[in-house]
């Protein structure tokens, strides 16, 4: 890991056993999980001297899958917070976050959730597996907006309506 006037450059790698599994995430958590970490030596204070939580994420973009490596370049800024880009060894772009929000905690405020027995938890995260979609697989979807979607006709206009013109008056005026 490199730092130089507030930014730091990390490389992170997977285990080797992680490796082969790769290819079934559009990037492998434990990846970003480290690329992550390495940015916390650009935010401000000693690393570690604050507890910071992820708030808002903005402009996230995934531009290559199943990389088991990747270089990091973060930097922080107060307005636009932390961003960060993820490149490969022949330096394409693997992923990039444009804002990364980052919110300060107290840590006692975590410690009371820890104390609350597991049982009485109104939470659960669980992971639901789907198989990855290929080209030639047929993808749902939909169109957002004011025209219709391709596969539907358009929709008849109503035709103009024509004026008539009066009636020719008969009797006195």
């Known amino acids: 890991m490199w730092t130089h006037d507030g930014e730091v450059f990390a490389e992170a790698a ?3 056993q992680q490796s082969e599994a790769a290819g079934r995430f559009g990037i492998h958590p434990a990846l970003l999980d480290a690329a992550l970490h390495a940015s916390n030596y650009c935010l401000p204070g000693e690393p570690g001297s604050r507890m910071l939580l992820p708030f808002a994420w903005n402009d996230i973009r995934l ?5 088991t490596s990747v270089r990091v370049h973060a930097r922080y800024s107060e307005d636009s917070g932390l961003s960060v880009a993820l490149v490969d ?48 697989d047929e993808v749902p979807w939909g169109t957002l907006g004011m ?19 009066p009636r020719p008056r008969t009797g006195p005026p």
């Open 63 to 67: 531009h290559a899958t199943g990389a």
């Open 89 to 136: 060894a022949a330096g394409g772009l693997v992923a990039s976050i444009g804002s990364l929000i980052l919110r300060e905690v107290d840590a006692g405020q975590l410690e009371a959730l820890t104390s609350t027995s597991p049982n009485d938890a109104l939470w659960t995260v669980t992971w639901t597996e789907h198989s990855a979609t290929t080209a030639t």
């Open 14 to 16: 997977l285990p080797e």
């Open 147 to 165: 025209s219709p979607p391709p596969s539907l006709p358009p929709k008849p206009r109503p035709s103009p309506v024509s004026r008539r013109s």
